[in-house]
């Protein structure tokens, strides 16, 4: 009975010490990470900058003074203020999780550009954590611009040529003869169509979407009678100097004997 009573409470005694390496165990990992608020957004163009929540948990309470949040905007990173830019609220606490939730002002993604969210911190126990390495990677773009479309004259008249840029990403291209739309070829920004001899159309119209959804419609009124007119302008002036060089020439000398006989 006595040896019974003694490895009962041997038992009771190792009991605690036991629960308290398995938590220190479970806590090696340090934080984890709850972006599913962001997961309509994440990876997506958007028009406009919202808040963003993104949430922390972890077994033991983070230290205050080294929470950091970073951003990155097309390369450049800077670091946000706290209450400032974002708050920081301990928001759960039980025995066996600390949650903290982050909530960013959208005032930080007033600026057209390409965004990373950082998040780093560390626990009570010195468990550092980083939001990317647990794979909760935050990334979007914000394009609040219309694509720009910029008409060019080329010296063949027979061709149009467009340039049609985007800050961002440029998604979708439609180009109008009339109401017919028609084929183009592309090099970088440049969009060239051909126009057919025997059009009856005087307008172009072009429609320019990017991936955010801005929208840019323009249409070019008479762009096909303008280079119909140019073409009409070289057949009836460059012949004639083409066919006649010698009265060019004449010309030429005749003002010089009437200067020299003044």
Do not use: H, W
Request: hydrophobic fraction near 30%.
């Amino acid at each position: 009975g006595e040896a019974d009573e003694e490895q009962g409470s041997e038992e009771e005694e190792n009991e605690p010490e036991t629960k308290k390496d398995s938590d220190k165990d479970a806590n090696k990992e340090g934080s984890v990470y709850d972006i599913s608020e962001l997961d309509d957004i994440n990876g997506q163009y958007l028009t406009e900058g919202r808040d963003l929540v993104i949430y922390e948990s972890n077994m033991d309470k983070l230290k205050e003074d080294l929470i950091k949040i970073t951003v990155s905007r097309n390369g450049e990173t800077f670091e946000l203020e706290r209450d400032a830019d974002y708050s920081c609220k301990l928001t759960k606490m039980t025995e066996k999780i600390k949650t903290y939730t982050y909530r960013i002002n959208k005032k930080v993604f007033d600026a057209d550009g390409s965004y990373r969210v950082f998040l780093t911190s560390e626990d009570e126990s010195g468990n550092a954590s980083f939001n990317e390495a647990k794979g909760a990677l935050i990334s979007f773009y914000i394009d609040s611009t219309e694509p720009l479309i910029i008409s060019y004259a080329t010296d063949d008249v027979s061709k149009g040529e467009l340039r049609i840029r985007d800050n961002i990403s440029l998604d979708n291209v439609e180009i109008y003869i009339g109401d017919e739309k028609i084929e183009y070829e592309t090099i970088g920004e440049i969009y060239s169509f051909d126009i057919p001899a025997d059009c009856k159309e005087t307008d172009v119209k072009v429609v320019a979407s990017d991936s955010a959804g801005n929208v840019s419609e323009r249409v070019l009124n008479d762009y096909i009678v303008t280079r119909a007119a140019k073409a009409r302008e070289k057949s009836t002036s460059l012949p004639l100097l083409a066919a006649a060089p010698g009265l060019v020439t004449a010309a030429v000398f005749a003002i010089r004997r009437f200067k020299k006989k003044g």
